[in-house]
């Protein structure tokens, strides 16, 4: 089902002095030779600067995205989105280049539910500094950047998935307000752009899971399968980040306490259901390791502080119970993180938006015949989901 489509708004676009950088740049296609060299202090990311072949490209979203956050700033939100929200497209002229924006109102409305400033989320991702790179071990064709603070992810999307995203928009923002404390990935904005007369290109913006990411040591992939889930893992001593998969988790394990692991394996099954009933699979658990520091154990003195945290958030007409709260730490970016006695977790389900429909059946056929006997990703929703709880709780204690 697509979401409802109304002719697109199109407005000049404010822009500040420094997103006029955009069209000053030379795309040379120096491919990962150019990336590895370029190493910043930032272990394993590397900024997408003058030279490199997405500069331009970045450049230019980074304008836009600076004079669509302007609207919101201009415009706030006065109430839960309406039905016109979820559907408006607004449409910026630049010089050289086109920022549309989808669903804009409704976006707004969500950032503000999540306490986020907007001028801080303008700050992030106008041009105050360059996007980051890193190479992914992902088997798409989508390109991956940070802000230049680590705060914000972006991803090119197909057009499909766009439409399936805004399809399921409204429903994804009532299970948020029902589960404050949800696991699902925030997603933040939805854009297109246009060069000149070119085909659009779409991205998303949602909050990063692994954030802040000073001292993570390792991240991994999680889809609760075999086939195609291993990645060679960097050298030692290599700056590079790996994303690792299913495989290289073996003999490791999820340690927490008692009732934060009750809560994890309650709202996997509340978030995988959510995913079930919207027909959608080949998602995944995105996980991290942090080691906490002593003063960091346990409850401590910020207890009061954490309990507070964990009652505020959009109200609903569940009660708490249902609404499967918790305690959040005294961090940022704290829905995604879960502590164990002694490691920090980064925890977060991304890639929302593959629906199970005619391809995916065929290609599920196919890999039946191309892997006997062994899992992989490409299963009903309501298989996906049950295989994913399973392998949560078979990993954690």
């Not at 933040?188 to 998303?204: C, D, E, N, Q, T």
């Not at 394990?253 to 959510?274: C, V």
């Not at 890639?351 to 892997?371: I, M, N, P, Q, S």
């Amino acid at each position: 089902m697509a979401a409802p489509s109304p002719g697109p708004r199109q407005v000049l676009a404010p822009s500040p002095e420094a997103g006029r950088r955009t069209a000053t740049s030379s795309s040379g296609r120096h491919g990962l030779l150019w990336r590895l060299r370029d190493k910043q202090p930032r272990l394993g990311l590397f900024e997408i600067g003058p030279g490199h072949e997405l500069h331009r490209l970045t450049c230019m979203m980074q304008a836009g995205l600076w004079a669509a956050t302007q609207v919101s700033m201009d415009h706030p939100p006065t109430g839960p989105p309406t039905e016109e929200d979820f559907s408006e497209v607004m449409t910026q002229v630049q010089e050289g280049f086109e920022l549309g924006t989808l669903a804009g109102p409704a976006f707004a409305w969500l950032r503000h539910s999540l306490g986020l400033a907007e001028k801080d989320y303008q700050a992030s991702l106008g041009p105050g500094g360059p996007y980051l790179q890193f190479l992914s071990t992902s088997k798409s064709k989508a390109s991956f950047f940070l802000s230049h603070d680590q705060r914000f992810f972006l991803k090119t999307q197909r057009r499909r998935e766009v439409r399936a995203l805004l399809a399921h928009l409204p429903r994804y923002v009532q299970h948020l307000q029902r589960h404050p404390h949800s696991l699902l990935a925030r997603l933040l904005g939805v854009h297109s752009l246009r060069v000149a007369r070119g085909k659009k290109k779409y991205f998303i913006i949602m909050q990063s899971v692994f954030y802040p990411a000073g001292r993570i040591s390792e991240r991994y992939d999680i889809k609760g399968c075999e086939v195609s889930r291993w990645v060679d893992p960097a050298p030692e001593g290599s700056p590079l980040v790996l994303v690792l998969k299913d495989l290289n988790f073996q003999g490791k394990t999820i340690e927490l306490a008692g009732s934060q692991r009750s809560w994890l394996l309650r709202q996997m099954e509340l978030d995988t259901t959510f995913l079930r009933e919207l027909n959608v699979l080949d998602y995944s658990l995105l996980m991290a390791f942090q080691r906490l520091h002593e003063d960091e154990k346990g409850p401590g003195s910020s207890l009061v502080f954490r309990t507070a945290r964990s009652v505020q958030g959009v109200q609903s007409p569940d009660d708490p119970g249902a609404q499967n709260r918790r305690l959040l730490p005294d961090s940022p970016n704290a829905l995604h993180i879960l502590d164990g006695p002694e490691q920090r977790y980064f925890l977060g389900l991304v890639d929302l938006a593959t629906v199970y429909g005619l391809r995916k059946r065929l290609e599920y056929l196919w890999k039946t015949l191309r892997y006997p006997g062994q899992t992989f990703s490409t299963v009903s929703p309501a298989c996906y989901a049950r295989r994913l709880c399973q392998w949560v709780e078979e990993h954690s204690e």
